[in-house]
């Protein structure tokens, strides 16, 4: 398994381009169940974050980790990201990141 | 063996696009083939042929090594080929293809599709009967192309038609008319190319089609009596003259009244086939006679009349002179139609162009109507009342400008543009003769003789149409119209370097423009001012006034000492964004909005208390911020020395979530411009520039200058050090005093002077941040 690269910026669509590397999410906490967080990415998928955060969360959580499916990410660390945030600005980075401008990113 | 014939092939040779088999591979049918002799030596054989891809014809010229192709019958007329080798080339104005070497993939073939001589349509017979040559060579004398079809032929045939009337013949069903009527019409097209747009015409058409008159044999003088000649011939010298054009415009019939008695008066406009227009006028018993008669877009035939000077208050038309009809003037009604004079002629020009045109200009202009405000009614000077409305109009320059509709207007085409724009779609308006005034900045107004064209058909509209589709929608356009950009509020998004390089403020009016940026610096000796604080009507007078050294102090405007002042900003900013640098100044409002404390109270902090730690904690709070500064540019002078002088006139702490959405929407605009395959241009560059500013990375395609500007935006943080990398770096050795190449800033004739206030905007002050080096923010408020 390859975990040296960095974190790649994902919404729920592109987590499957990554499954098995490192990634990076920013999601919207739905509910939290015991060693995992229910949320929302930033192209309004259902994902489902593996883990236990440090409580309280806020609204929005960056979580860095591993993609195990298509829709799961393990995650190593989590990050709280305030009440708001512009879902939409961060989905487009992630589109532009692993689309025609990869080439900038790590 | 089924073969298809490369469909639009020949319109690429014809126009130049296809030259070598490097373009393109053609496989074409020939349709005729006919030996030629070369003149200078009639020993050696050539074969000339004509080409067709199904629609077009072509002429074409054998190579000589393929000769024995023809001899052997492998190639002959309906032998379908494939160009390997070819080269288009302009032999005598004419083009023609060279084919030294060819494929031929079926020897014989029925004709494919009804193919007519490249350019020209609705020739069936072309097909039927192949295309015979006029071998007497005398295509290169400057005689057009389609009379090279049938000349000997159709001379006699069809001599009489074209002769009688001097124009074409209806466009008739019966293929052995319609073959006649080729050539004529076949002109008409181009001509009317011609007239609506002659750049792009004139590939297709090397030589310009000869006027109305020439050409014509003598069978055609001796049936025809009225010697057509065209408007543009027309002068107070000319003799006995018919004109054939077609009725543009017609005015209505108007009463006056004047010390010699009254009348009555009309107008029409024509156009005739070459473009020229005129006025026509009629006076009393001449007009009654002939009103009713002229009917707008129809053709006619007008004889005899005066000519005399245009008056140009009036008649905006491109003619020194207007007809004035008398008794003895006759008008016929043509009833053929004739395609070759066109309906409308319009001299566009863009909106971008308006700007600078003179008030009371006449002017065709066309664009998408982006808004329309419902008719309000005007009273006159003279107390009539008339409806008016108003539209926004833009288009491919980048600008808008308002449209005023007056009269009738309002409710025909005014009432069709809003129920258009209401239901969500933005059509296109060509407006034909609209005035410009300048009545809120600059507008074009509708006058008697404009017309108004909804969604037109024309190429101009496609374009716009098309354009708007693509980017026109969203760039944001700068209004010539006050009014507009006052309530409208256009902000003009621009980078730093862009100040300089579109050399913002040069013009007669500000340039207000948005920068987002971050403080990189902040003058600190004299950040305000000794301000007189007597009311002057609702708001303070704000002079400077003086210390009079007994603790009270005066206003030379006010003439009065007040015992105490006020303190108002003066702020002398050093702001940076990812392309420049640049100077600018804060006054009051917006010095509080940055500082976040009243000049007072920051006086005080510095003068009174003497408090230095607190007085660096503010500083060091505002430096390196960003905000989005509203910006007035203006050029002015200072002893002499032109400076563009920039001001703060809002300040905004910077949104990154809309900033963001912005710059993704320039992001947007630069890769559609780059699937446009457009080359990048400086402004395009600062774009790639905003893409690293976000830390996202380089993307490594950038112009030299632009890297040089970019290595002093990674060393943003010494302020000192970029301004040495600065002037000293690169191979363009500018002056960052003034901007001009040529000098560097230490011997920049500019930076001699005495300080005043503009020179701190042109950057003398630059010179003080690199002597203390580069350093540590805080050394920012310390080096005072």
Same mark, same amino acid.
């Given at each position: 398994m390859?975990?040296?690269?960095?974190?790649?910026?994902?919404?729920?669509?592109?987590?499957?381009?990554?499954?098995?590397?490192?990634?990076?999410?920013?999601i919207q906490?739905?509910?939290?169940d015991?060693?995992?967080v229910?949320?929302?990415?930033?192209?309004?998928?259902?994902i489902?974050?593996?883990?236990s955060?440090?409580?309280?969360?806020?609204?929005?959580?960056?979580?860095i980790?591993i993609?195990?499916?298509?829709?799961?990410?393990r995650a190593?660390?989590?990050?709280?990201?305030?009440?708001?945030?512009?879902?939409?600005?961060?989905?487009?980075?992630?589109?532009?990141?692993?689309?025609?401008?990869?080439?900038?990113f790590? | 063996?089924?073969?298809?014939l490369?469909?639009?092939?020949?319109g690429?040779?014809m126009?130049g696009?296809?030259?070598t088999?490097?373009?393109?591979?053609?496989?074409l049918?020939?349709?005729d *083939?006919?030996?030629?002799?070369?003149?200078?030596?009639?020993?050696?054989?050539?074969?000339?042929?004509v080409?067709?891809?199904?629609?077009? *014809?072509?002429q074409?010229?054998?190579?000589?090594?393929?000769?024995?192709l023809?001899?052997?019958?492998?190639?002959?007329p309906?032998?379908?080929v494939?160009?390997?080798?070819?080269?288009?080339?302009?032999?005598?104005?004419?083009?023609?293809v060279?084919?030294?070497q060819?494929?031929?993939?079926k020897?014989?073939?029925?004709?494919?599709?009804?193919?007519?001589?490249?350019?020209?349509?609705?020739?069936?017979?072309?097909?039927?009967?192949?295309?015979?040559?006029?071998?007497?060579e005398?295509q /290169?004398?400057g005689?057009?192309?389609?009379n090279?079809i049938?000349?000997?032929?159709?001379?006699?045939?069809?001599?009489?038609?074209?002769?009688?009337?001097g124009?074409?013949?209806?466009?008739?069903?019966?293929?052995?008319?319609?073959?006649?009527?080729?050539?004529?019409?076949?002109? /008409?097209?181009t001509?009317?190319?011609?007239?609506?747009?002659p750049?792009?015409s004139?590939?297709?058409?090397p030589?310009?089609?000869?006027p109305?008159?020439?050409?014509?044999?003598?069978?055609?003088?001796?049936?025809?009596?009225?010697?057509?000649?065209?408007?543009?011939?027309?002068?107070?010298?000319?003799?006995r003259?018919?004109i054939?054009?077609?009725?543009?415009n017609?005015a209505? *019939?108007?009463? &006056?009244?004047?010390?010699?008695?009254?009348?009555?008066?009309?107008?029409?406009?024509?156009?005739?086939?070459?473009?020229?227009?005129?006025?026509?006028?009629?006076?009393?018993?001449?007009a009654?006679?002939? &009103?009713?008669?002229?009917?707008?877009?129809?053709?006619?035939?007008?004889?005899?009349?005066?000519?005399?000077?245009a008056?140009?208050?009036?008649n905006?038309l491109?003619?020194d002179?207007?007809?004035?009809?008398?008794?003895?003037?006759?008008?016929?009604?043509?009833?053929?139609?004739?395609?070759?004079?066109?309906?409308?002629?319009?001299?566009f020009?863009?909106?971008?162009?308006?700007?600078?045109?003179?008030?009371?200009?006449?002017?065709?202009?066309?664009?998408?109507?982006?808004?329309?405000s419902?008719?309000?009614?005007i009273?006159?000077?003279?107390?009539?009342?008339?409806p008016?409305?108003?539209?926004?109009?833009?288009?491919?320059? /980048?600008?808008?400008?308002?449209?005023?509709?007056?009269?009738?207007?309002?409710?025909?085409?005014?009432q069709?543009?809003?129920s258009?724009?209401?239901?969500?779609?933005?059509?296109?308006?060509?407006?034909k003769?609209?005035?410009?005034?300048?009545?809120?900045?600059?507008?074009?107004?509708?006058?008697?003789?404009?017309?108004l064209?909804?969604?037109?058909?024309?190429?101009?509209?496609?374009?716009?149409?098309?354009?708007?589709?693509?980017?026109?929608?969203?760039?944001?356009?700068?209004s010539?119209?006050?009014?507009?950009?006052?309530?409208?509020?256009?902000?003009?998004?621009?980078?730093?370097s862009?100040?300089?390089?579109?050399?913002?403020?040069?013009?007669e009016?500000?340039d207000?423009?948005?920068?987002?940026?971050?403080?990189l610096?902040?003058?600190?000796?004299?950040?305000?001012?000794?301000?007189?604080?007597?009311?002057?009507?609702?708001?303070?007078?704000?002079?400077?006034?003086?210390?009079?050294?007994?603790?009270?102090w005066?206003c030379?405007?006010?003439?009065?000492?007040v015992?105490?002042?006020d303190y108002?900003?003066?702020?002398?900013?050093?702001?940076?964004?990812?392309?420049?640098?640049t100077?600018?100044?804060?006054?009051?409002?917006?010095?509080?909005?940055?500082?976040?404390i009243?000049?007072?109270?920051? &006086?005080?902090v510095?003068?009174?208390?003497?408090?230095?730690?607190?007085?660096?904690?503010?500083?060091?709070?505002?430096?390196f911020?960003? &905000?989005n500064?509203?910006?007035k540019?203006?050029?002015?002078?200072?002893?002499?020395?032109?400076?563009?002088?920039?001001?703060v006139?809002?300040?905004?702490k910077?949104n990154?979530?809309?900033?963001?959405?912005?710059?993704?929407?320039?992001?947007?605009k630069?890769?559609?411009?780059?699937?446009?395959?457009?080359?990048?241009?400086?402004?395009?560059?600062?774009y790639?520039a905003?893409v690293?500013?976000?830390?996202?990375?380089?993307?490594?395609?950038?112009?030299?200058?632009?890297?040089q500007?970019?290595?002093?935006?990674l060393h943003?943080?010494?302020?000192g050090?970029?301004?040495?990398?600065?002037?000293?770096?690169g191979?363009?050795?500018?002056?960052?005093v003034?901007?001009?190449?040529?000098?560097?800033s230490?011997?920049c004739?500019?930076?001699?002077?005495?300080?005043?206030?503009?020179?701190?905007?042109?950057?003398?002050?630059?010179g003080?941040?690199?002597?203390?080096?580069? /350093?540590?923010p805080?050394?920012?408020?310390?080096?005072?």
């Amino acid at each position: 398994m390859d975990t040296s690269s960095p974190a790649a910026f994902v919404n729920g669509a592109l987590l499957r381009r990554y499954i098995g590397q490192k990634v990076r999410a920013v999601i919207q906490v739905i509910r939290s169940d015991v060693g995992s967080v229910i949320g929302k990415s930033t192209d309004d998928q259902q994902i489902v974050v593996k883990g236990s955060p440090q409580p309280p969360l806020t609204t929005y959580l960056e979580v860095i980790g591993i993609a195990e499916t298509d829709n799961t990410i393990r995650a190593e660390v989590w990050t709280n990201f305030g009440d708001s945030f512009d879902v939409q600005n961060y989905n487009e980075l992630c589109k532009l990141a692993n689309g025609e401008f990869r080439h900038l990113f790590i | 063996m089924e073969v298809s014939l490369t469909a639009g092939a020949i319109g690429k040779i014809m126009n130049g696009e296809v030259t070598t088999e490097a373009d393109m591979i053609p496989v074409l049918q020939v349709t005729d *083939l006919k030996q030629i002799m070369a003149q200078q030596d009639p020993t050696r054989e050539r074969f000339r042929m004509v080409l067709s891809d199904g629609t077009y *014809l072509h002429q074409g010229m054998l190579g000589t090594d393929l000769n024995n192709l023809v001899k052997e019958g492998t190639l002959q007329p309906g032998s379908i080929v494939r160009l390997t080798r070819f080269v288009g080339d302009v032999i005598k104005g004419r083009r023609i293809v060279i084919v030294p070497q060819l494929e031929v993939l079926k020897q014989i073939s029925d004709i494919i599709g009804h193919p007519v001589p490249g350019g020209k349509h609705n020739d069936q017979r072309g097909a039927d009967s192949g295309i015979k040559f006029n071998t007497t060579e005398q295509q /290169g004398s400057g005689i057009r192309q389609v009379n090279n079809i049938e000349p000997g032929r159709s001379n006699a045939a069809i001599s009489p038609q074209v002769g009688g009337t001097g124009s074409s013949v209806p466009a008739s069903t019966t293929p052995s008319t319609r073959a006649y009527s080729n050539p004529s019409s076949g002109n /008409g097209v181009t001509r009317q190319d011609y007239a609506r747009d002659p750049p792009t015409s004139y590939p297709h058409q090397p030589q310009p089609p000869p006027p109305m008159y020439a050409n014509r044999g003598p069978v055609a003088r001796n049936e025809a009596p009225p010697k057509i000649i065209p408007v543009n011939a027309l002068s107070p010298y000319s003799g006995r003259w018919t004109i054939k054009a077609r009725v543009t415009n017609k005015a209505a *019939l108007k009463q &006056y009244s004047n010390p010699r008695g009254e009348g009555k008066v009309f107008n029409f406009d024509l156009l005739d086939a070459d473009g020229g227009e005129i006025r026509v006028t009629c006076f009393n018993a001449v007009a009654d006679q002939f &009103y009713d008669q002229i009917v707008v877009g129809n053709l006619y035939l007008i004889s005899r009349g005066s000519l005399r000077p245009a008056q140009k208050n009036f008649n905006h038309l491109r003619n020194d002179y207007e007809i004035m009809l008398d008794n003895a003037s006759t008008i016929k009604q043509c009833y053929e139609e004739d395609a070759a004079i066109p309906r409308h002629q319009f001299h566009f020009r863009t909106i971008g162009d308006i700007e600078s045109m003179e008030n009371n200009c006449i002017v065709d202009v066309i664009g998408i109507v982006s808004s329309i405000s419902p008719t309000v009614t005007i009273t006159r000077k003279n107390g009539t009342a008339t409806p008016k409305r108003s539209l926004q109009l833009k288009d491919m320059s /980048g600008r808008s400008v308002e449209v005023t509709m007056w009269g009738d207007f309002c409710n025909a085409e005014g009432q069709r543009l809003q129920s258009l724009c209401d239901s969500g779609v933005f059509p296109v308006l060509a407006v034909k003769a609209g005035r410009i005034s300048e009545f809120n900045g600059k507008t074009v107004s509708t006058i008697g003789s404009s017309q108004l064209f909804i969604d037109p058909d024309f190429v101009e509209a496609e374009k716009l149409k098309n354009w708007f589709e693509r980017e026109g929608k969203s760039v944001p356009c700068i209004s010539l119209s006050r009014e507009f950009s006052g309530s409208g509020k256009v902000d003009v998004r621009k980078t730093i370097s862009q100040i300089k390089d579109e050399k913002l403020g040069t013009s007669e009016k500000p340039d207000w423009i948005t920068v987002s940026a971050t403080i990189l610096y902040l003058k600190f000796d004299n950040f305000c001012y000794t301000a007189c604080p007597i009311m002057n009507g609702d708001r303070p007078c704000s002079k400077k006034v003086t210390d009079n050294g007994d603790g009270t102090w005066r206003c030379e405007k006010c003439d009065k000492s007040v015992d105490e002042c006020d303190y108002r900003y003066i702020l002398q900013l050093q702001i940076q964004d990812h392309t420049d640098l640049t100077c600018v100044t804060a006054f009051q409002e917006a010095g509080e909005e940055i500082m976040g404390i009243s000049a007072k109270d920051l &006086y005080y902090v510095k003068n009174e208390h003497k408090d230095e730690e607190k007085f660096e904690d503010i500083i060091r709070k505002v430096a390196f911020t960003k &905000y989005n500064f509203k910006l007035k540019v203006k050029e002015e002078t200072f002893s002499d020395e032109q400076r563009v002088k920039a001001t703060v006139v809002k300040v905004d702490k910077l949104n990154y979530s809309a900033d963001t959405r912005t710059m993704l929407g320039a992001m947007d605009k630069l890769r559609t411009r780059d699937a446009n395959s457009l080359p990048i241009n400086p402004e395009g560059s600062d774009y790639n520039a905003d893409v690293v500013n976000t830390g996202i990375g380089s993307s490594g395609t950038r112009d030299p200058s632009s890297v040089q500007r970019r290595d002093f935006g990674l060393h943003a943080h010494q302020s000192g050090q970029s301004g040495n990398h600065y002037s000293g770096g690169g191979a363009t050795t500018s002056c960052n005093v003034c901007g001009n190449s040529g000098h560097v800033s230490a011997k920049c004739p500019g930076a001699t002077k005495p300080q005043e206030q503009g020179q701190y905007m042109g950057g003398s002050y630059r010179g003080t941040t690199g002597s203390y080096g580069g /350093g540590l923010p805080r050394q920012h408020v310390g080096s005072y």
